[in-house]
Nanobody, 122 residues
């Protein structure tokens, strides 16, 4: 059974940092695409970043480029999202998701973890 466990959300001030973790189990971690997505109140869910764990290729939303970094630790079956220079507009519930590979930031992933709330105060 594929399971994804997201953690690391919380409250941060604008300009601050948080690191989200997505611990995965139930599949061959080093051959999958793991993405982070977010949904702000009253808005549709959007793609944030995605990484293909097989070769480390990444893709980012324009809104987070240069501020967020996605990385993968295949030994720990964990994907991280390092979020720096946070802005109030980054406030959202963040979800991680997995499928065979990233296709840009399309939300095609079959497996989803529960969300973790990130709140950025101004």
């Amino acid at each position: 059974e594929v399971q994804l466990q997201a953690s690391g959300g919380g409250l941060a001030q604008a300009g601050g940092s948080l690191r989200l973790s997505c611990a995965a189990s139930g599949f061959t971690f080093d051959d999958y695409g793991i993405g982070w997505f977010r949904q702000a109140p009253g808005k549709e869910r959007e793609g944030v970043a995605c990484i293909n764990s097989s070769d480390g290729t990444t893709v980012y939303a324009d809104s987070v480029k240069g501020r967020f970094t996605i990385s993968s630790d295949n030994a720990k079956n964990t994907v991280y999202l390092q979020m720096n220079s946070l802005k109030p507009e980054d406030t959202a519930v963040y979800y991680c998701a997995a499928d065979v590979m990233c296709v840009g930031l399309l939300q095609h992933h079959r497996w989803w973890g529960q969300g973790t709330l990130v709140t950025v105060s101004s």
